[in-house]
T-cell receptor, first 115, second 115 residues
Framework: GAVVSQHPSWVICKSGTSVKIECRSL??????MFWYRQFPKQSLMLMAT?????????EQGVEKDKFLINHASLTLSTLTVTSAHPEDSSFYIC???????????FGNGTRLTVT | AQKITQTQPGMFVQEKEAVTLDCTYD???????LFWYKQPSSGEMIFLIY??????QNATEGRYSLNFQKARKSANLVISASQLGDSAMYFC????????????FGKGTRLSVIA
């Protein structure tokens, strides 16, 4: 069954507002979670690595002040898209690692549309 | 440089036939893992198969097998007895080093199964 829960599955917001996306590991603890973004007909691109109890590590070109990541517990990481603009419209998907040699478990993704 | 290369943007296969999806990778790390994921139109990432760099035998999972050629740095996915439900995007991915590193994805191959 699903071991990573992501919420909401879709959201529509107005330009300038902020949106929070939650990613929970349901039956295991995850010290590290990953946030990816996927534009239509493209691959998954890593945005940032979320580390429990410390600052996230952002990939080059990803604005840390725009995409706020909080990993306050071993089972929850949140991504907040601040002051969203239409170009932020995308599919955001989180993942968590259950252990060595295990596949990354992915949430079902969040489809964000900014109008 | 691309770490994961999938050269087939799209593939067609007749139902009940086998199909091979190509993947080559680039790494200097002796320890790495190779993964294949299926992404249907709904967006979720479904783990299919895993191959570790030190694994001696090719991985198999039901109708999925991974043709691992280490010297050529290729990790092709073979789907046997294709079904209509296999139509989806397929992504090859690699994780280098320890388990807390993220997956890097290829651009994907869209597989269409024809009745």
């Amino acid at each position: 069954g699903a071991v990573v829960s992501q919420h909401p599955s879709w959201v529509i917001c107005k330009s300038g507002t902020s949106v929070k996306i939650e990613c929970r590991s349901l039956d295991f603890q995850a010290t590290t979670m990953f946030w990816y973004r996927q534009f239509p007909k493209q691959s998954l691109m890593l945005m940032a690595t979320s580390n429990e109890g410390s600052k996230a590590t952002y990939e080059q070109g990803v604005e840390k002040d725009k995409f706020l990541i909080n990993h306050a517990s071993l089972t929850l990481s949140t991504l907040t898209v601040t002051s969203a603009h239409p170009e932020d419209s995308s599919f955001y998907i989180c993942s968590a690692n259950q252990g060595s040699n295990s596949p990354l478990h992915f949430g079902n993704g969040t489809r964000l549309t900014v109008t | 440089a691309q770490k994961i290369t999938q050269t087939q943007p799209g593939m067609f296969v007749q139902e009940k036939e086998a199909v091979t999806l190509d993947c080559t990778y680039d790494t200097s790390d002796p320890s790495y893992g190779l993964f294949w994921y299926k992404q249907p139109s709904s967006g979720e990432m479904i783990f299919l198969i895993y191959q570790g760099s030190y694994d001696q035998q090719n991985a198999t999972e039901g109708r999925y097998s991974l043709n691992f050629q280490k010297a050529r740095k290729s990790a092709n996915l073979v789907i046997s007895a294709s079904q209509l439900g296999d139509s989806a995007m397929y992504f090859c991915a690699m994780r280098e080093g320890h388990s807390d590193t993220p997956l890097v994805f290829g651009k994907g191959t869209r597989l269409s199964v024809i009745a």
